[in-house]
């Protein structure tokens, strides 16, 4: 049998008159007239078939049954403050909490971070690498970006761009693979370069969709456990590898990679930054999200079409 509790509006217009003793003082702090007050404490008596209060010239004051509710409420009501006080202060602190891919977070987020602790010193973000999907109420996470097709119903979704592949290597390579710019697919028959989560599937993607499947078939592949290790032996002339394009921006400008056949595909898959639905949009929420949608809307028109 299910236990009764009394209405909450009269009950918390109780516990409010119980504590400070004063309808006046009760009414300044609920943010209603004396008379609301009044009709919400009648309203409890009724429910409970007792009195509790007496009213007098001066006021009111506690029946002897009012003063052993009142013992009883008004800790129940004190631990429900200091409940709700605790949980709200865990996204009021000056940290941002971001659950990312490493490769993300190295070769996009990281290089771009300075500008935000330049225009928000305030706030320090905390990035966590973490590959397995992330659980907002147990991580305690503000954000998380993954690549996939959007969130969830638990989630609020926003795009930031579209994953986009395509071959990448050093120019050192390249020229020593393929001398013959014409004819850029010799390199497709050196070293494959694969990184752990992002299998062969994305080569044979590319190869299928540019006519390079033959040459990719027997290739040898060397296998990484990171895109940015797999990036990484491309620059140093350990072979090719399939590229993020909204990624190597960087790399690319730098000339430490290249693409040898500016090809690129879209993968079907985008960039999203997820957050709660149901959490409190605290300002650093909000400061965050407008800030990393901005650097985002900067790099889409910088990927190529496809």
């Known amino acids: 049998m299910s236990k009764k509790i009394p209405p909450m509006n009269p009950l918390r217009a109780f516990y409010v008159v119980a504590r400070t003793k004063?309808?006046?003082?009760?009414?300044?702090?609920?943010?209603?007239?004396?008379?609301?007050i009044s009709k919400q404490l009648d309203v409890l008596e009724k429910y409970l078939g007792v009195k509790l209060f007496r009213r007098e010239q001066r006021g009111i004051s506690l029946t002897d049954i009012g003063e052993e509710l009142g013992e009883r409420i008004i800790p129940a009501f004190?631990?429900?403050?200091?409940?709700?006080h605790s949980i709200m202060e865990q996204g009021n602190d000056n940290k941002i909490r971001v659950h990312t891919y490493t490769t993300f977070a190295a070769k996009w987020l990281i290089p771009r971070l300075e500008s935000f602790q330049k225009k928000y010193p305030e706030f320090s973000v905390l990035i966590i690498n973490l590959v397995k999907d992330i659980d907002f109420e147990r991580d305690r996470i503000d954000f998380s970006i993954q690549l996939g097709s959007g969130g969830n119903p638990d989630t609020e979704a926003d795009l930031l761009f579209d994953d986009i592949i395509e071959p990448v290597c050093s120019s050192a390579f390249l020229r020593k693979h393929a001398p013959e710019t014409a004819y850029p697919q010799a390199i497709l028959r050196t070293r494959l370069l694969v990184s752990h989560y992002r299998p062969k599937g994305e080569?044979?993607?590319?190869?299928?969709?540019?006519?390079?499947?033959?040459?990719?078939?027997?290739?040898h592949q060397m296998n990484f456990s990171s895109s940015v290790l797999t990036w990484q032996a491309a620059m140093d002339g350990l072979g090719v590898a399939i590229g993020q394009v909204a990624l190597?921006?960087?790399?690319i400008e730098e000339g430490s990679l290249l693409y040898p056949f500016k090809q690129p595909v879209r993968t079907g898959l985008s960039f999203y930054l997820l957050r709660p639905k149901v959490r409190r949009e605290a300002r650093k929420i909000?400061?965050?999200?407008?800030?990393?949608?901005s650097e985002a809307a900067a790099t889409r028109p910088l990927l190529p079409d496809c």
């Open 248 to 251: 190597l921006m960087g790399d």
């Open 78 to 84: 004190d631990q429900i403050a200091d409940a709700t």
């Open 286 to 293: 909000t400061l965050f999200r407008d800030w990393i949608l």
């Open 203 to 219: 080569w044979k993607m590319w190869a299928k969709a540019h006519g390079h499947l033959a040459d990719i078939a027997d290739t």
């Open 22 to 36: 004063s309808l006046t003082k009760a009414a300044k702090e609920l943010h209603v007239g004396q008379s609301a």
